[in-house]
T-cell receptor
């Protein structure tokens, strides 16, 4: 089954304790991205990647890191989480990107993160 | 930068009735895509309908249809014959045809309740 898999689904941590949220897709997609969802703000893009070893900042990248060493994986790293990073996080992927694409964006099932 | 506005934080509809969710956006671009996503309590992001800006014809998907007014920058979603399973958060989203990556700009969402 074609899917984007995020883990964990729920995570509670404390301020300053490094954590990684994993994201993996089995569709050989080039494009992957991370969003955070906050009440009253909708979803906002954190980082995106257009292919292996190619990543770039989205709208709210502060406090986050990403890596794309393999095509299928795109982990989100919070090296020193703070309470304002408490949010619902989504990973997404699509086959290609750019002006001519009309590819569908596939979303993972979300990770609810609470930073105490 | 593009912005997407959903002015109705909450809406309610009687089962089997019709409801319209509003969305306006601001852009200086002529080529773009617009989307409506549904987010049920499971948190999964489900694509409901998609509209290409160059198409004058309004998109339809079964009971879901849009009223796309390009000059007015308006993109409303009409749900006909509402069902209990339609209860969810609905997000309007914009994607430029020319930006790097498949970034979506989301509105703040409208929570739809369906009364039995």
């Amino acid at each position: 089954e074609a899917q984007v898999t995020q883990n964990p689904r729920y995570l509670i941590t404390v301020t300053g304790k490094k954590l990684t949220v994993t994201c993996s897709q089995n569709m050989n997609h080039e494009y992957m991205s991370w969003y955070r969802q906050d009440p009253g703000l909708g979803l906002r893009q954190i980082y995106y990647s257009m292919n292996v070893e190619v990543t770039d900042k989205g709208d709210v990248p502060e406090g986050y890191k990403v890596s794309r060493k393999e095509k299928r994986n795109f982990p989100l790293i919070l090296e020193s989480p703070s309470p304002n990073q408490t949010s619902l996080y989504f990973c997404a992927s699509s086959l290609s990107w750019g002006a001519t694409t009309n590819e569908k964006l596939f979303f993972g099932s979300g990770t609810q993160l609470s930073v105490l | 930068a593009q912005t997407v506005t959903q002015s109705q934080p909450e809406m309610s509809v009687q089962e089997a009735e019709t409801v319209t969710l509003s969305c306006t956006y601001d852009t200086s671009e002529s080529d773009y895509y617009l989307f409506w996503y549904k987010q049920p309590p499971s948190r999964q992001m489900i694509l409901v309908i998609r509209q290409e800006a160059y198409k004058q014809q309004n998109a339809t998907e079964n009971r879901f249809s849009v009223n796309f007014q390009k000059a007015a920058k308006s993109f409303s979603l009409k749900i006909s014959d509402s069902q209990l399973g339609d209860a969810a958060m609905y997000f309007c989203a914009y994607r430029s045809a020319w930006s790097s990556g498949d970034k979506l700009t989301f509105g703040t969402g409208t929570r739809l309740a369906v009364r039995p």
